[in-house]
């Protein structure tokens, strides 16, 4: 999982993409926690957030980038 994760950061910083959506899921939250511990060692990370509820809420991480 993690490497598909690699992956599509990479093509995202490189096709010079403003902003991303990843679609975990909320369960228990382990893959939440995964995910939000890989972008927090991407120098491309600017910041990221829950979606807004309507669209995901805690499931759905939005990532910004530099």
Do not use: C
């Amino acid at each position: 999982m993690l490497s598909l994760l690699t992956r599509f950061m990479d093509d995202a910083i490189l096709l010079s993409q403003s902003q991303v959506k990843i679609l975990h899921g909320k369960g228990e939250g382990v893959l939440r926690k995964v995910v939000r511990e890989y972008l927090k060692k991407l120098k491309g990370v600017e910041a990221f957030n829950d979606e807004h509820a309507d669209r995901g809420g805690d499931g759905m991480t939005i990532v910004t980038l530099k």
